[in-house]
């Protein structure tokens, strides 16, 4: 079984059927995987920010909501995530990759991957970085977690959980 279609497959069994993704060259795999899958309701979004508004009307509408986007645009979220997300106790997976690591080619990527976890802890928002294939095997428990107490909780996904950049 593919990571794309591992990662898929606890999203579907811990009821979650409307997704948002903002496109990024990691996550296309499990926003592939997603598309295929009749049973979530997949709705693009140009931003972040925008993908949680739409999460927020999913879950007000009773559907169980998440993201998969960037860590690059973690800032111009965090009026979203306090005021909306963490004000309302919505719980929200947030699939995010994890770019600016060693290796990264993209110089500008860097500098927001300094920020992003200290960002995350300053909203309290739980954190959980995965480095290898094998470390998405607590992705239900994370999942049934950021129900369970209605918050909205960060996967972080490097490089090196996707294969790395090409050059290793």
């Known amino acids: 079984m593919s990571i794309h279609t591992k990662i898929v497959d606890d999203l579907v069994a811990n009821d979650i059927s409307f997704v948002t993704t903002v496109p990024c060259k990691q996550l296309a795999g499990v926003i592939d995987e997603i598309e295929a899958r009749p049973e979530i309701y997949h709705i693009p979004s140009n931003k972040e920010d925008e993908g949680m508004g739409l999460c927020a009307g999913a879950f007000m509408g009773g559907k169980r909501p998440a993201i998969i986007m960037q860590n690059t645009a973690i800032g111009v979220t965090i009026n979203?995530?306090?005021t909306l997300t963490q004000f309302y106790r919505m719980p929200l997976p947030m699939l995010i990759s994890y770019r600016g690591e060693l290796r990264e080619p993209v110089?500008?990527?860097v500098e927001m991957a300094v920020h992003t976890k200290a960002l995350l802890a300053q909203l309290n928002i739980p954190t959980y970085h995965f480095h290898r294939e094998s470390d998405a095997n607590e992705l239900d428990a994370i999942l049934k977690?950021?129900?369970m107490c209605n918050k909205p909780v960060a996967i972080l996904t490097d490089a090196s959980?996707?294969?790395g950049y090409g050059d290793q």
């Open 107 to 109: 110089a500008c990527q």
């Open 80 to 82: 979203t995530l306090a």
């Open 145 to 147: 977690y950021t129900f």
């Open 161 to 163: 959980f996707w294969g």
